[in-house]
């Protein structure tokens, strides 16, 4: 029932979203049948709408599985370096090997993204007293010193600049043909999905899930593949977008509860709900020019995630 | 049965169970008794596979465990450990549901259904069952870990200082609610307990360690016994006798 009210909200924004934008789009032009302007939207703006859905639904759904991974609330790939290490993949590569093409692009950024999951869950499970604020703490620390040690060799490379924009979410430059990557995230939801259940018995911790029969390590590097998989299509399609996988899963906990057969679709969805809100308002705000989606996510991402701990402590 | 055997476990140089042999009566509720550092914890911990011994071995119905699947050995044998806090918010009928994982994973089927029916009608949480966990006290809470252990109906029930952490009230309560599991349903108890007037109370037999060592084991009225209790917690204790029952008075 929830689920098909927010199906019905997302389709209305996805049709919404196919019609804002510089160039003045509408649906009677469609029905007159305007060659034109009906390749402009298959080109540019479905592309868009189809990256923005499966980003939102992407990310809100890797942070859910990154906080049952560490039983933490406030981890997600902004607190825990995974975007850092996305970042840093794409360096390595634009340095060692600049003239391959995108593949070797993902495959960099999905090995980074990896290595960085692990080493950071391993980092989690060393820390004895778990402080819920400071294992993203820790996560913010170890994304800086990625961050850093990436900073440094752009700096060598006067590639600073570069790298800052790839990094900043965007998806007004989202054309058919270069954004295709990411759909590998849609394979990344499904598994997810499927071993639903089995990342709820994860998140009540590893004794529970021992003694509930569950191969815990088995389920810890699937939701590592799931995750890295998703963040590393997303940053290189679109960027890195904030606070997504944070603030999206915490609004549903919060109200739903965090029985992941129950809420992950409610997840999925809400996060793609989102991220077009913000993708729109950003498109309509300075009107005919836009808005970076990394601005308007933080602004709209930070202002909730304030209200959300303000709620919380009451 | 529930056998170990020569189980040996240290941390460095420090040996927390040495040797460590012992079979556990079927059907029977069985204590584990001895002073902080003496492996109690230790070993229920390797019993259930959440911890791997350095040496020995630990068989389950003639059946060593490391040859038993992990879901197989999931609805034989189950734990619960004091330091289970689940942060998730759940629901506890959805907790108790989790127990029948298991047997059918994802899809729980008719029986599945009933059983935790049972486990909520039995630990007495069915006003209570569309609450969320994180929104109980001590006592609900522990009561609702436990109806997820007897949802997953298991031969064998194994359960680390349950008594943590409540109240008297809740105490008993516990205590009375692992008797029955053990005379109305057949099954096997095996539980950390630091009070010794409960381990008196409620159990069959007690198993007493010190120093990584079993040094006692026997059915409990051997071991409710000045000279015995003296030896495990180095300690001067007073039995007296009420209502047929022992009572220790350590408080001297």
């Not at chain 1, 389709?11 to 789009?25: K, M, N, Q, T, Y």
């Not at chain 2, 009230?169 to 307990?193: F, N, P, Y």
């Not at chain 2, 037999?205 to 917690?233: P, Q, S, W």
């Amino acid at each position: 029932m929830r689920a098909l009210v927010l199906t019905i909200i997302l389709l209305f924004l996805a049709f919404v979203s196919l019609f804002v934008g510089a160039a003045d789009i509408t649906f009677a032009d469609i029905i007159n049948w305007d060659i034109e302007k009906i390749e402009l939207i298959s080109i540019s703006r479905i592309p868009r709408t189809a990256a923005l859905v499966l980003a939102g639904v992407g990310m809100s759904v890797s942070g859910v599985i990154m906080q049952q991974m560490t039983q933490n609330k406030f981890v997600s790939p902004t607190t825990a370096g995974t975007l850092d290490a996305a970042k840093m993949g794409l360096l390595i590569f634009i340095i060692f090997t600049p003239t391959a093409g995108t593949t070797v692009k993902m495959i960099s950024a999905f090995v980074f993204t990896f290595l960085a999951s692990i080493l950071f869950l391993t980092i989690v499970r060393k820390i004895k007293h778990r402080n819920v604020i400071f294992v993203p703490l820790v996560g913010l620390m170890f994304g800086g010193i990625i961050g850093s040690v990436s900073t440094f060799f752009a700096v060598q490379l006067n590639i600073v600049q570069d790298t800052n924009a790839w990094m900043m979410g965007d998806f007004s430059s989202i054309l058919q043909g270069r954004y295709e990557l990411i759909y590998l995230t849609l394979p990344a939801i499904f598994i997810t999905y499927l071993y639903a259940n089995k990342f709820t018995v994860i998140g009540m911790g590893e004794d529970f899930s021992k003694n509930l029969g569950l191969n815990y390590n088995a389920i810890i590097n699937i939701g590592l593949f799931c995750v890295s998989l998703t963040v590393s299509s997303v940053v290189i399609t679109a960027g890195s977008i904030p606070f997504l996988g944070l603030i999206v899963p915490n609004v549903v906990s919060m109200i739903f509860g965090d029985n992941l057969k129950k809420t992950l679709p409610l997840v999925a969805l809400s996060g793609a709900i989102f991220l077009l809100i913000c993708d729109i308002a950003g498109r309509v705000v300075i009107y005919p020019y836009e808005i970076p989606i990394g601005v308007t996510v933080s602004i709209i991402g930070s202002i909730i995630f304030l209200l959300l701990l303000l709620w919380k402590k009451r | 049965m529930i056998e170990v055997k020569d189980i040996t476990k240290q941390y460095g140089d420090n040996v927390v169970l040495d040797n460590v042999g012992m079979q556990f009566h079927k059907g029977k509720v069985t204590s584990l008794i001895g002073s902080n550092g003496a492996g109690k914890s230790t070993l229920l911990s390797i019993i259930s596979r959440l911890l791997s011994q350095d040496g020995g071995i630990v068989m389950v119905d003639e059946k060593n465990v490391t040859e038993y699947k992990n879901k197989m050995l999931a609805q034989r044998l189950s734990i619960l450990k004091q330091s289970n806090h689940i942060r998730l918010k759940l629901t506890v009928r959805e907790l108790v549901s989790f127990g029948r994982f298991p047997y059918s994973q994802d899809k729980l089927t008719e029986s599945d259904y009933n059983m935790v029916d049972r486990a909520i009608q039995f630990m007495d949480l069915k006003d209570i069952e569309n609450s969320y966990i994180d929104e109980l006290s001590g006592g609900q809470k522990q009561r609702a870990y436990m109806a997820m252990v007897v949802a997953q109906d298991t031969e064998y029930v194994l359960l680390d200082e349950p008594l943590n952490n409540l109240d008297m009230k809740h105490s008993v309560q516990t205590m009375k609610t692992l008797r029955r599991l053990a005379d109305e349903w057949g099954k096997t108890i095996i539980i950390v307990l630091h009070d010794i007037n409960f381990a008196s109370h409620y159990s069959d037999y007690i198993v007493a360690l010190k120093d990584g060592k079993i040094v006692y084991h026997d059915e409990t009225e051997n071991i409710i016994n000045e000279n015995v209790l003296k030896d495990v917690f180095g300690l001067k204790i007073t039995i007296c006798e009420i209502d047929k029952k022992r009572i220790c008075n350590y408080f001297n």
